[in-house]
């Protein structure tokens, strides 16, 4: 394991850790019930996510998508709303 990831030289295969993953499922799932979000709480997701596209790198697309989400909120505690395609990109 380096910085976080494991490496596999034999098979030459990265992956998140086993623990890693469990919280960012767990994240995500939080997301997916809720109707409305701080700017605070979205990035701290994105951090997650940034992470985990190191080793998953077609999800950086949907990431992207979510971060156009805050353009509009300007500080930390205010709130904004997920839509449709948001949700259908944080269950795929």
Do not use: W
């Not at 394991?1 to 995500?28: A, H, N, R, W």
């Not at 700017?39 to 979510?66: D, H, I, T, W, Y």
Request: aromatic fraction near 8%; glycine fraction near 4%; charged fraction near 25%.
């Amino acid at each position: 394991m380096f910085l976080g990831i494991e490496f596999d030289t034999v098979c030459f295969e990265v992956t998140l850790p086993l623990y890693k993953s469990v919280q960012l499922k767990s994240e995500i799932k939080k997301f997916q019930d809720k109707k409305a979000f701080t700017l605070r709480e979205l990035q701290s997701l994105f951090g997650m996510l940034n992470f985990a596209c190191n080793v998953v790198a077609p999800g950086s697309k949907s990431l992207k998508k979510l971060i156009n989400l805050t353009i509009d909120i300007k500080k930390p505690l205010h709130h904004g709303k997920l839509n449709l395609e948001a949700k259908a990109d944080l269950k795929a």
